[in-house]
């Protein structure tokens, strides 16, 4: 009799055990998960900065923003993405996760550069907006600083006003 009950026990460890994994298998992704795979498929938006044309992917969700650039290898010299928020506010953002050395700029609603920051793969330090910003655009570490692109410069497109 204490065969039987030690077999049962043990079937039913392993029922609850397959249980749990087929759970965590159909269980949606979020953001945790997607940190370790690129983010796809995001619409794109072609910006003007001066005779340099940018092709942005466009974050507008609250995880499409949280996931980013994270996990890319690399990114094309003029690819980029642009950060949308609903409402003007000083946005901070960090390289968690992100393999890419990374500059980003802070954009007005009118598409002026409101300050530019360098950022470096896979850190915590927070890089903010000097003044409430709703756009933030990320690109090649010193693709910026390259091209001219300073605090005051204009870009162009975008979901900002023409």
């Not at 009799?1 to 298998?25: C, E, F, T």
């Not at 994270?70 to 094309?76: N, Q, Y």
């Not at 903010?128 to 090649?140: D, F, Q």
């Amino acid at each position: 009799m204490l065969n039987v009950k030690h077999a049962a026990s043990a079937i039913m460890s392993r029922a609850v055990l397959s249980a749990a994994l087929l759970i965590a298998a159909l269980t949606p992704a979020g953001p945790a998960t997607a940190q370790q795979i690129p983010q796809t498929g995001l619409p794109v938006v072609e910006l003007s900065a001066g005779m340099h044309l940018i092709h942005a992917e466009v974050a507008r969700t609250d995880e499409q923003r949280a996931i980013g650039l994270m996990a890319r290898k690399e990114m094309a010299q003029n690819a980029g993405m642009i950060f949308v928020f609903e409402q003007p506010a000083q946005q901070c953002f960090w390289m968690r996760n992100t393999l890419i050395p990374l500059s980003a700029a802070f954009v007005a609603d009118d598409g002026t550069i409101v300050n530019i920051v360098e950022m470096q793969p896979l850190s915590d330090v927070s890089h903010c907006s000097a003044k409430p910003v709703r756009y933030v655009l990320e690109m090649n570490k010193g693709w910026f600083d390259k091209r001219g692109f300073k605090a005051g410069s204009k870009l162009r497109g975008g979901p900002w006003p023409k």
